[in-house]
């Protein structure tokens, strides 16, 4: 009986790791899937008069792996129209606060805070909860963003690579990719 007990404990507890490895391979794979959705290239090539000017711009996520209390700090867009201050405990829990810009236009700005909010690997994942009571859910990835521009493929001008956290964001018929630059 005593075998018996130990072989039991034995195939449940390999049942409960291998759970947590199948888990950690999901949020690895959502990692990656998420910075190719973040991904995005653009060429357009307008001619007039015999002149014509080129304008390429490719923008790459790679996503960026750390000890989970390496992720806490201030996260914002380049233009301060998204803001993110996260806190996240080394178990991988997280607390934040911030707001997003819901009308490019006149710049409106809405509060959330993070509910239920756990990192795992590069992906952050948690609902955002507004300050008029509406919540959604919240997937993002800490990633470093290269942007790289030029005139075309074939001739790039700049390079440059910069560590945040990328989400994108959707709202009925639009869909916007946002990028926010780790601060400190």
Sequence with gaps: MTMFRILLLAVVLFCVASTGAVYAQDAGQRARDLATALDKTKYKKKEKRGFAIEMYIDIKNEPVVRNAAAYSGLYQSDGSDFRLQLDVSADGSATGSGYDSLNFSNGQKVNFTLRDAHVDGALLTATKVFDNGTSEKF??????????????????????????????????????RVFLDFMR
């Design 139 to 176: 997937e993002a990835i800490f990633a470093n963003r290269t942007v790289s521009a030029g005139q075309n493929p074939n001739s790039i001008s700049t390079h440059d690579t910069s560590y945040g956290l990328g989400f994108i964001q959707a709202n009925g018929a639009w869909t916007n």
